[in-house]
């Protein structure tokens, strides 16, 4: 520290002597004029072999010469072009995934968990559950790739929307269709949409989606509970294969259409199709409804008995930790040789939601399932009524960003011994559940 400061002293004065040496004629008084120019030079001399010193010194302590150091102490230019031989550059920075996709995106998850009922069944299965059927054991719930690439008025009207899965979830959802054998059965969504130039503009997609009925969906990431309710179950259906168009207004209004084959299948059973609408209203941002309606022939090769389905959803979230949600269905028109006139289904799920803070959260679900007849919980063959109550909590927390777990105790019970205890039939069974969700999202590569 010492050499720099002694230098930085000798090159200001250095630089002084320059810049008085000129000036001293100009002066004009008798005592300046005096002041030779010989003696001038001496200071100048004198301050150029000090340098020369100093930059020896530098040399020593840099182990090189002085004005290799001094080179040395100045930043190379940024040539990526032309790189000087031997001058240090910076490695060039490589393509993001986001960068080589361009506007299609990539996202996914594996969700996996650990179930244990209490009632050690027999066969470890739970009853009357949707996806977490494993118990006393680890299951595989579901692995997800998605490949999405959103219609633009500004760059393509045209996109595309692929979901992949592999699990207990898919073996569930395309268990009921002859076009999910094969490798349909990995098939959760495939679809491509065209944004039609009419107004704000008009989405048309054509393919396979998922159901807009209900407040739960089959992603776990994108529900409140780890398990999906009885309404989820079997009230609506999963998905649907056809034509839909969908419209935004504005952000309070938004109306969708339906045509397709009918509930849960790619290949029809019937020649009859299914129509449908949705409308959504959210007049403020705490507030918000949507009304589902559904219509059309659902049984084998029968077009005559119409299946009419209601599907309502609110939403409430007076703060922005604490939110509400109540989902009803009502569901008839099926017709089984046992029961005059036309069957029906009804229920209704009740949702709160606390966010304790940015990694903790609680959820409550309370639902009431009414099948009247028994046909979706039983078959349309030997049918018996039930009636179902179930009360889920369930415990979240972000382990990373990347990176859910869930946490779940669940009580289900019904009117009759639906459930197993050991090898004996009882009316209710307990749960709990640790669920592990991993998620990525190619728009978060950078």
Sequence with gaps: ???????????????????????????????TAQTSSTDVSQRIKELEKQVNELRSELAALTGGSGSAAMANSTPPPQNNLAPTSGAATAAPTGPSLAGLLGPTTLSGFVDTYYGQNFNNPASRTNTLR?????????????????????????????????????????NVVNSTDPGGLGFGQYLKEAYFSYLAPVGKGLQVDAGKFVTPHGAEVIETKDNWNYSRGLLFSYAIPFYHFGVRAKYTFNDKYAIAGYLVNGWNDVVDNNSGKTYGATFAWNPTKKFGITQNYMAGPEQTNINTNWRQLSDTVVTYSPTGRLSFMVNYDYARGDRIPTVPKPVYWTGAAGYVRYLLNRS???????????????????????????????????????????????????????????FMKGTTPVMAQNTATAGFVFMFDSREAK
């Design 130 to 170: 949707a996806f977490d059927l494993s118990t006393n054991q680890f299951g595989l719930n579901l692995v997800e790739l998605v490949a999405d690439r959103q219609p633009d008025a500004n760059n393509s009207r045209t996109g595309y929307h692929i979901a992949l899965g592999f699990g207990q979830a898919m």
């Design 360 to 418: 903790n959260a609680l959820a409550t679900r309370y639902e009431y399932y009414d099948d009247k007849y028994g046909v979706t919980t039983g078959g349309f063959t030997n049918p018996t009524p039930q009636h179902l109550h179930g009360f889920t909590e369930t415990y979240e927390h972000l382990l990373a960003h990347h990176i859910m777990t869930r946490f779940e105790f669940r009580r289900d019970m019904s009117n009759q011994p639906s």
């Design 1 to 31: 520290m010492k050499v720099f400061s002694r230098m930085n002293v000798a090159i200001f004065s250095l630089c002084l002597a320059f810049l008085v040496a000129p000036l001293c004629p100009a002066q004009g008084q008798a005592d």
